[in-house]
């Protein structure tokens, strides 16, 4: 009987700090002993260069802030050219418009480096076999509006003018105070387009609006990117 009885999960890292790079080469090895670090860069633009086949890969744990080619840079060049492959975010930023930023980019999963060993053991298991991590950051039905293309069918007819305009200016990275001052609104009208607009599509936060957004097409990554 062998002593390994599942396939390895290979993986590369990208940090641009070295000793965090290898310390957390050496935490992925010993969470689970499937788990094999094949290969790891300082940033982004050294593991495009080393990257040509889907099939050597299972899992790409991508740093943010790199110099050269940074994480959320890194993650759409690989969304464009290789599509299939996951990719776990991996950052000591852990705000809400970093989240958003990294999500539009096509991150499978989101971590904060203060995590504990057993919870990246649960995210690497999780993007490799389900397709996603998210944590505390999106939980609950949202799920299915990563997973399902066209879920929430017929919901977007029961989102008015100024609810489907508040969905979009979310999609950026202005505050909801500047969102308010953009439609000409009040901070509390605001306030209440979110409440109405979380329970209409049953997110929890912000991020789920921008998953719904991008889920439904009412707006395009090149529109949120720009």
């Given at each position: 009987?062998?002593?390994?009885?599942?396939?390895?999960?290979?993986?590369?890292?990208?940090?641009?700090?070295?000793?965090?790079?290898?310390?957390?080469?050496?935490?992925?090895?010993?969470?689970?002993?499937?788990?094999?670090?094949?290969?790891?860069?300082g940033?982004?633009?050294?593991?495009?260069?080393?990257?040509?086949?889907?099939?050597?890969?299972?899992?790409?744990?991508?740093?943010?802030h790199?110099?050269?080619?940074?994480?959320?840079?890194?993650?759409?060049?690989?969304?464009?050219?290789?599509?299939?492959?996951?990719?776990?975010?991996?950052?000591?930023m852990?705000?809400?418009?970093?989240?958003?930023?990294?999500?539009?980019?096509?991150?499978?999963?989101?971590?904060?480096?203060?995590?504990?060993?057993?919870?990246?053991?649960?995210a690497?298991?999780?993007?490799?076999?389900?397709?996603?991590?998210?944590?505390?950051?999106?939980?609950?039905?949202?799920?299915?509006?990563?997973?399902?293309?066209?879920?929430?069918?017929?919901?977007?007819?029961?989102?008015?003018?100024?609810?489907?305009?508040?969905?979009?200016?979310?999609?950026?990275?202005?505050?909801?105070?500047?969102?308010?001052?953009?439609?000409?609104?009040?901070?509390?009208?605001?306030d209440?387009?979110?409440?109405?607009?979380?329970?209409?599509?049953?997110?929890?936060?912000?991020?789920?609006?921008?998953?719904y957004?991008l889920?439904?097409?009412?707006?395009?990554?090149?529109?949120?990117?720009?």
């Amino acid at each position: 009987m062998s002593i390994h009885s599942n396939p390895p999960v290979k993986i590369a890292l990208v940090d641009d700090h070295q000793l965090f790079r290898q310390g957390l080469a050496n935490l992925v090895h010993q969470v689970d002993p499937s788990f094999k670090v094949v290969q790891d860069f300082g940033h982004g633009q050294e593991f495009l260069k080393w990257y040509k086949n889907e099939s050597d890969l299972d899992l790409v744990i991508l740093d943010i802030h790199m110099p050269v080619l940074n994480g959320y840079q890194t993650a759409i060049e690989v969304r464009q050219r290789f599509p299939d492959i996951p990719i776990l975010a991996l950052s000591m930023m852990d705000d809400e418009t970093t989240l958003v930023k990294m999500l539009k980019a096509g991150v499978n999963g989101y971590l904060n480096k203060d995590i504990e060993p057993e919870e990246l053991k649960k995210a690497i298991h999780s993007v490799v076999k389900q397709g996603y991590y998210h944590s505390e950051y999106i939980a609950g039905k949202l799920v299915s509006v990563i997973q399902s293309p066209g879920g929430h069918n017929g919901m977007t007819e029961e989102i008015n003018e100024q609810e489907l305009r508040f969905i979009e200016l979310s999609c950026s990275e202005y505050t909801y105070k500047e969102i308010a001052d953009i439609m000409c609104l009040s901070v509390k009208t605001i306030d209440g387009y979110r409440a109405r607009l979380f329970e209409k599509l049953d997110v929890r936060s912000r991020v789920g609006l921008v998953l719904y957004a991008l889920n439904q097409k009412l707006v395009s990554l090149e529109e949120l990117n720009s």
